[in-house]
C-alpha cells in the first residue's frame, strides 16, 4: 500500500523546519530576511507566525514567557520580547548573544497582569489561554507544569469569557483533561456552554502522560522535575554502570554482623551512659545472667539484655531478608 503525501503538506513541513532552525537558536522577532518568501507567506497563512510590524513577524508572544517565569523557569531566554505601546520594534542585544526585543504592541489589561520578581507579566490563567496551540507541541514540560499549578477552573473561565474564546477553550479543556484534571476540564465545558458558547474539546498535546498530579497546591519546580525525569529518566540510566551480580553469601555476612555486635553494644550503651565492659556483654549473651541475683549492677544488666535481644530480632529479619 503507498500512501501519498498531500503536497500542501509537504511543503507546509519545509516551512516549519526553517521556523524551527530559528527558534532552536532562541530567535523570537524575525525580520523577513531570516525566511524565504514562500515559506514566510506560508507560515502567516497557516497562523504559524504574524506580522507585529512591516518587515518583523513573531512566531510566539510574550505570554509564553511570563509562563516560564510562573512556573520557576529561571533559564535565560536568548531573546527576551518586550510589549509596549512604545516600543521601537528592534532589538537591543547584550552579551552572550542574548537581546531584548521591545515590540510594539499595546498592553493587556490590567486584571490579566501581575508581577513576579519586579517583572510585569501575564497572570497565569491569561498566560495559559493565550498560549499558542503550538506551544504545547513545542513545549509540553513547560504547558503541563503550568496547567498542573491551577487550583479550579474560575480564573480561566474568567479570561475565556471576557475574550469569547470558544476555540481555546476547547484546546485549554482538552489539555487539562491530559493530564487528568477533568474536573476543571468539565467546568470549563459547561461554563463556555452556560454562557451559549459551543466548544469542541480537543487535546493539544501530541502524547498522554504517565505522571500523576495532586490536587493540593504543590511547588512548580517540584512537577517541573518530575516531568523532566519522566522524559530524561531512559537516557540517563544508559549512562550508568550495570549493577553488580556478585553473590552474596549469607552464613558469612551473619558472621560478621555477630562479630561485630559486642564492639557495636559497647559504643552505644556507654554513650548513653551505661556502665558497661567487654566482659558485661559476653555474660548477658551466655545466657548465666540471672536477674534474681543482680546486685547494683541491675539496671545496667537489664538495658544490656534489652540490646541483645534487639540484636537477635534484627538478625532474625536479617535471615527472612535474604530468604525472599
Excluded at 509564553?64 to 535565560?76: A, F
Excluded at 531573546?79 to 504592541?105: A, E, M, Y
Excluded at 467546568?187 to 487535546?203: H, L, P, R, S, W
Aim: net charge neutral; glycine share 4%; with cysteine.
Amino acid at each position: 500500500m503507498v500512501i501519498r503525501v498531500n503536497p500542501v503538506s509537504q511543503k507546509l513541513a519545509h516551512s516549519l523546519a526553517q521556523l524551527k532552525q530559528l527558534q532552536d537558536q532562541g530567535v523570537v522577532a524575525l525580520q523577513s530576511k531570516m525566511l524565504e518568501r514562500t515559506d514566510r507567506e506560508r507560515l502567516v497563512k497557516h497562523g504559524f507566525i504574524c506580522e507585529v510590524m512591516r518587515g518583523w513577524y513573531i512566531p510566539s508572544s510574550p505570554d509564553e514567557q511570563s509562563i516560564q517565569l510562573h512556573i520557576g523557569d529561571k533559564t535565560v531566554p536568548p531573546q527576551l520580547l518586550v510589549r509596549s505601546p512604545r516600543g521601537r520594534n528592534k532589538p537591543t542585544p547584550f552579551i552572550h548573544n542574548t537581546s531584548v526585543f521591545d515590540l510594539r504592541l499595546a498592553l493587556p489589561v490590567k486584571n490579566q497582569l501581575t508581577k513576579i520578581d519586579g517583572f510585569r507579566v501575564y497572570g497565569l490563567a491569561a498566560a495559559i489561554v493565550h498560549c499558542s496551540k503550538n506551544n504545547f507541541v513545542e513545549k509540553p514540560i513547560q504547558m503541563r507544569t503550568a496547567l498542573s499549578t491551577v487550583a479550579d477552573a474560575s480564573e480561566v473561565l474568567s479570561v475565556l469569557l471576557d475574550g469569547g474564546h470558544a476555540t481555546i477553550a476547547g484546546r485549554i479543556a482538552g489539555a487539562f483533561r491530559n493530564i487528568d484534571r477533568n474536573l476543571i476540564a468539565d467546568n470549563i465545558v459547561k461554563g463556555m456552554a452556560a454562557a451559549d458558547y459551543k466548544v469542541k474539546e480537543i487535546d493539544p498535546f501530541e502524547d498522554k502522560t504517565h505522571i500523576s498530579f495532586g490536587r493540593r497546591d504543590v511547588s512548580p519546580y517540584v512537577n517541573r522535575m518530575r516531568l523532566m525525569w519522566h522524559v530524561m529518566r531512559e537516557d540517563i540510566i544508559k549512562h550508568f554502570p550495570e549493577a553488580p551480580v556478585s553473590p552474596v553469601n549469607i552464613s558469612q555476612y551473619l558472621d560478621e554482623v555477630e562479630d561485630k555486635f559486642v564492639t557495636d553494644a559497647y559504643h552505644s550503651l556507654s554513650i548513653e551512659g551505661y556502665r558497661v565492659t567487654h566482659e558485661l556483654i559476653e555474660y548477658v549473651r551466655s545466657g548465666q545472667w540471672n536477674p534474681e541475683q543482680s546486685d547494683e549492677s541491675k539496671k545496667h544488666l537489664d538495658v544490656m539484655a534489652l540490646y541483645i535481644l534487639e540484636n537477635r530480632c534484627i538478625r532474625h529479619q536479617a535471615e527472612r531478608l535474604f530468604e525472599i
